[in-house]
């Protein structure tokens, strides 16, 4: 592993200050790190939101149980047992 490899964290710090300098494009500046401009803009829009702290690595996980055992099925499985 060499050591001087990048973090996602570094990355994305040094993307959103390119794209503040207004240097380049964004869709160039998208090309050079090579993400796609979907990606870009999560993260200005994260940045601009939420400052540095916005950058940081979020859980994939999702948020809220798709299927949830309604009571009366969860209690008459309790009984059964």
Known sequence: MPWRELK??????MFIAEYLSEKH?????CQDYQISRKTGYKWVERYELEGPSGLD????????QTYVVPL????AIIELR
């Not at 494009?25 to 500046?29: A, C, D, E, P, Q």
């Not at 690595?57 to 809220?64: A, C, G, I, K, L």
């Open 8 to 13: 996602p964290m570094d990355l994305k710090v």
């Open 57 to 64: 690595e979020r859980s994939r996980r999702r948020h809220n």
């Open 72 to 75: 009366v099925v969860r209690q």
């Open 25 to 29: 494009s964004f869709s160039r500046l």
